[in-house]
């Protein structure tokens, strides 16, 4: 029986996500063997732990959320522990909860390389200025972004205080804002007033994108999901694990989807030539990124940030790799994942190593393999700072 349990912890040990399971196998297989009725009473813990996880269970029971495949291909594994230039983190959020994690984090980044973190509050009023006093107490490690205040903006004269909030908030510290998120419904992400039904293509916030433009503020936006968001979900879905979480429903009425989120991007971009604009997550255009790429192609206020969709454009190594080449001098380096260095990590696995067929189930949630992209040093300057340091001024 401790043979087993050594082998299994050996299985375990291969899912990070598994710590109580890990703990309790750990505990019995270093307890001494004379203690045999305690032990059986753990091991029966612990195996039903594992089996309740998915592991010892046959195809025919075993479900889609429990299966973690795991690499038996003998090929190069690489962990890149610091990143192979200075970063700036263009999408991140105010992810610490106190100052000692706050610290913690400022470790963090100078362990693996990240010399500032952008941190996206979406706020305005007394929220912004209290996160920015927290924040603001590292110096320039951080730069903290404001939200768009929509009180009242369905109400007639909706604008001007808007803009004397955005410029009081510049004045407090705001360098930038976002993230903007409009997944369908309108202009949500914003505190304290949500904006539903208000799309950044709206007329009623040209006043606030205008005076963006002139104090030098880029608009970070998120704009639609994951085109697996949008799809049926049944066995023909190819993201199905992680878009059934975050599904879209398409029957909803007065919504906004996929192509017509873009198109209130590129409406909101064309018209104000003067604002920089940030596309986070590629723009939601991972399974197609010809999309974001025409738009790049034809606006060149706007950039697109990579955060949280490296899972989404991994599993297709040769056409992300030519696409980050091509446009290299468009896109950000940002992460939406927490600040614990394992994350920091796997993102410079996929961007600079050649690896190929690795999971990373528990930080992205889809069942399918990543590779890495190799890119070249050149594109990896201007992802990792080059970029953001010409947006940043």
């Known amino acids: 029986m401790r043979f087993c349990l050594i082998s299994t912890r050996a299985i375990v040990n291969q899912s990070p996500g598994n710590y109580g399971i890990k703990a309790l196998v750990d505990y019995i297989v270093n307890q001494p063997l004379y203690h045999f009725k305690f032990m059986k009473t ?13 592991f010892c269970q046959s195809p025919e029971t075993l479900l889609l959320k429990d299966y973690r495949p795991v ?4 090929i190069p594994k690489t962990r890149i522990e610091k990143a192979r230039y200075p ?24 362990a693996v390389g990240i010399e500032k973190t952008i941190v996206m ?13 927290v924040y603001s107490q590292f110096g320039d490690r951080f730069e903290v972004w404001c939200g768009f205040d929509y009180t009242g903006y369905q109400q007639e004269g909706y604008g001007a205080a808007a803009v004397m909030e955005l410029e009081r908030c510049f004045k407090v510290g705001a360098t930038g ?38 104090l030098g503020m880029p608009i970070n936006i998120h704009v639609a999901e994951p085109y697996w968001m949008y799809l049926p979900m049944d066995a023909f879905n190819d993201g199905l694990m992680n878009a059934y979480n975050w599904k879209i429903d398409t029957t909803e009425e007065n919504r906004l989807f996929h192509a017509e989120l873009i198109a209130t991007l590129e409406n909101a971009v064309r018209d104000n030539p003067g604002t920089t604009f940030i596309a986070c997550h590629l723009a939601n255009c991972s399974h197609d990124l010809n999309i974001i790429g025409s738009l790049l192609d034809r606006y060149p206020n706007l950039y697109a940030d990579i955060g949280a ?31 614990d260095t394992s994350m920091y990590a796997v993102t410079f696995r996929i961007l600079e190593s050649g690896d190929e067929h690795f999971y990373q189930s528990d930080l992205f949630g889809y069942h399918w393999a990543l590779n890495g992209f190799e890119l070249s040093d050149e594109a990896l300057k201007n992802l990792y700072h080059r970029n953001a340091r010409a947006i940043l001024k």
Not at 42 to 54: D, E, K, Q, R, T
Not at 71 to 74: A, E, K, L, T
Not at 202 to 213: A, F, T
Not at 328 to 336: A, M, V
């Open 42 to 54: 753990l091991i029966s813990i612990a195996l039903s732990m594992i089996v309740g996880y998915g």
């Open 71 to 74: 690499s038996i291909y003998n």
């Open 87 to 110: 970063v700036i983190d263009m999408h991140s959020h105010a992810y610490a909860r106190s100052l000692d994690e706050l610290r913690q984090w400022v470790d963090n980044m100078d």
């Open 121 to 133: 509050t979406g706020a305005t009023g007394a929220r912004f200025d209290s996160l920015y006093h």
């Open 177 to 214: 804002v976002g993230e903007l998120g409009d997944k369908g419904r309108g202009l949500l992400n914003s505190r304290p007033t949500p904006g539903y039904g208000l799309h950044i293509d709206d007329p009623r916030l040209q006043p606030l994108i205008r005076k963006c433009g002139e």
């Open 309 to 339: 969709r490296f899972a989404e454009v991994a599993p297709v190594p040769k056409y992300a790799r030519a696409f980050f080449e091509k446009y290299s001098d468009r896109l950000l380096y940002g992460t939406d994942m927490g600040f």
